[in-house]
């Protein structure tokens, strides 16, 4: 499920991990509510607007996209501060504004970084304004563009001279990258070439990244949604195909053997829902032939952990591999499911699979060095109706042949993508989404037809030669949805009639 990486938020005094040869270094705390609004518009308030929301108003126009950009809140996620190599610094707030202290530069101006990860990125013209100053003169670099696969700048590197006094800096640039949908703002404040004193204080505030336009464009015409959809199944797995497995769920009791509730209640991509998870069947069960997944509004305002969700894997072993369940595991093969899909502005459902050797479920790898196969997404938020009609097939892994754990080095192989004519949704009837999948090649369909191909066949791409699970969820706003407001109609639901696993005959 993407498109982004799965690292999950964090709220602990500080933690430190290993990223892309990083030292990655959290602030203190995490105000969600900051996090949250990452695709503001300039609306008539609701009533059940959130008042802590301290997102910038815009205009009409464009759409900011920097979160506590004034630092008005904490140092915290989406913000973090990275060191690398043998740089060394500190952030904290001082009178208002971004304060970091650098206590060694390092080798290179990476070496000590302030960025904005994750930022829903549109290809289009873009301005970045900020003020900086330093505690002694010294140069720093601004940068824009994506890490995910080594570095893809969206912008080359700005390079301004400090001084000790406040001053207001601004740039444009076109973005043209549409291989890439989020990127990420970076101040680099290590070995940058230029005169002056490295080790010092500097000094951030008023930070801005707008995109001349609004993400997702207008909203959508109001539809109304039956659930179920009558449309009749007359898909067919095709010549050369035996069915190995299917689960039809129709005894009306959710399979516990197979399937496991996954608890999660701080989940990744800066989404908005909690996945209760266990035992607890009010938002996945069966009924009338069907998985049905339930996406509810749990709080007063539309902002991050007001809202339950499901999130249904077929792991052995259930939640961390240890419940003695049978689970399900899939290597090749042809896997479909029939599903009919949530729908609204920042609703974000997926069928995808992960590595079984994840340490999630109680694996000994980490993601994405797991590998990730994303069957169906849908709901990307810069796409026409947020994305209600476009489904997206991706790949994410490690771009290595050692697929060390704990990297977090994730390559996106976007590999498919379908938008369905006259603007029509995904959730107005059902749908199979599959994959066919061999030691060759993984290839997508839907309803029968061909909608991408990926080669799995390079010896960087090992993971994809290992046992998955399956996965069903559904995520309430995050990176790469919209977010959602008061005309995201809840609850959702997925409606999912079948799930098969066939063979080559």
Known sequence: MKR??????????????VTFGF????ATSCDTTSTTRENPKKETPVENENPDDKTDPIDSETTELIVNGSFAAPFAEPWLLWTGEDGSAAASIDAGALKVS?????TAPWHVQAVQDGRTMPD????????AKAAAARPINVQVGNGASGWTEFTAAHTYALTTSWTAYTFTFTKAAPTFSSGKLVFELGAVTGEGTLATDVFIDAVSLLY????????PEPKVIAYPATNADTWTPGDGWSLAWEDGFNDETFDTNVWTRQRMMDTPNNEWQQYPGGTDATYAYEENGYMILKAAKTGASYADNNFMSARVISNPGGQDSASGTDGKLFKYGKIAARIQVPYGKGIWPAFWMLGDNINETGGSTTWPECGEIDIMEIGEGTKANYGQGTTLGTLHHDPTVENVPFNWNNEILPSAEHTLPNGEFFAEKFHVFEIEWDEQSIVWKLDGTKIGERSISEATRSEFHENFYVIFNIAVGGNFTATPDSSTPFPQYMYIDWIRHYTKQ
């Open 4 to 17: 982004t990486a799965k690292i999950q938020r964090v709220a602990l005094a500080a933690v430190i991990c």
């Open 124 to 131: 289009g013209e873009y301005t970045v304004s900020f003020r």
């Open 102 to 106: 650098v206590a060694s530069a390092g």
């Open 23 to 26: 030292a990655v270094i959290l």
């Open 212 to 219: 001349d336009g609004v993400i997702g464009g207008t909203d």
